[in-house]
């Protein structure tokens, strides 16, 4: 019998409703015939985008979207995206030469806007810095945010349907500047940070929170360097690092030595955020300076979606992507007091999606689930846990004295018998346990939607402050106690 003690005089903080984020680029499948079908399709929809979508997005509370990229991003000019949709330029976006797909800029900042609204999601939206000056981005944030009836861009943006400021909050200054944004040196890329934060904050309408771009993966060097040569010079809120794990196999028939391959690599996001801390405190000891996670998740060769490779990046997600998701929320829960946002890449037809849609098709991935599962989370107090075995993931928090636990059992095929309880903390009496277990290699298809679904709540006694149960091998358990 394994054990799992919440131990209730110990919390890291608040867990930011933000580490549920999600990223939502113009590339491949994402947008078009993905999230948007246009209003005058056959599909039902809402001012153009799938009705399905939103409505299923809306149901996990989603914080924050981000957009338009990742590398679509430093290529992208907002102006092509506004104004009649019959007037916009059709253009080469960052991901022509991968699949030759022509944007046709059907989506652009209105529509961004308007599905945010509809799904309750705080818009994040990333700035290009590699093809556009500091005067561009200063004009888009003008655009955004500028009260009505002020200046010209915010009678445009009146004139263009929105007469309402957009209030955007989020910024990014730029994308993966080490590599396709700019190819710069940190120190670079420091000066570039500097030179379009500070020219922006003199439109900083509503508190601007900027976020730099962080390093790839395990290049602690890039934030060691960064932070030295930024030193403070402008505003900055946070700094977002890009982590995504693959070279496991074939998203769909992966062996049991590489399904371990993929729980390794993801378990490392712990000690990924450890290190960044450290080359980040030398810098900044008051920790004032937050870090994001704005893109991580599996990435799988692609071709194993619906579209079978049309959509560029688009991959079947399994019951391993859902234990992959699980074990990092309960890593990012954990961090709370140092992580304030993640972003999943990406929510559509693409890397480590929650939904695949084509044509009148559209079904949500078992990763969908588990944002379902894990949304009792968001704005939650967490609680430490200690547990006894290292194959169970966990994370606990608290509102309103309900108390929820997440448990993700990342064996293949061994069950895992589990008491639970707590230390300096009087649980309540009564639990309602979720499951979400399949085979391994389970996942849902355009014929099968629901071939995994999490099974219908059971509620059970606690015996003395006590809770014994059975994770299955691959299973992913939500506990409710009151
Ligand atoms: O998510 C796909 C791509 O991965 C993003 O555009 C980029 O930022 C990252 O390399």
Redesign the pocket.
Known sequence: MEKICLIGCESRGTIAPEIYGH?A?H?GGVYYDGLWVGEDSDIENINGFRKFIIDKFKAINPPVLRWP????AETYNWRDGIGPRDKRPATCGWWYNYDHRVESNAVGTHEFMDFCEMVGAKPYVAANITAQTPMDMRNFMEYLNMPENTTTLAAERAENGHAAPFDVQYFGIG??NW??GGNMTPEQYAREYIRYATICSSVNVNGAKYIACGADSWNIDWTDRFMREFAHRCPIWGLAF?Y?CGGAGDPVNFTEEEWYTLIDKASKMDELIHRHDAAMLTHDPERKIKILVD?WGCWHPGGSGPSKGYNL?EQQSTMRDAIITALTLNIFNNHCDRIVMANV??LCN??HCLFLAGGEHAIVTPTYHVYDLYKEHQGSTQIETAVTVKSLSVSASERDGVVCVTVANTSYDRDAEIELSAFAKDLGTSAEITMLHADPHAHNTFELPDNVVPENPAVRALNNGTLTLTIPAAGICRILIS
Do not use: P, T, V
Request: with cysteine; hydrophobic share 30%.
């Open positions: 990223f680029e590339i990229g990742g590398c679509f994308n993966e590599g396709g890009h995504y893109e990046f890449a990406q693409n890397l």
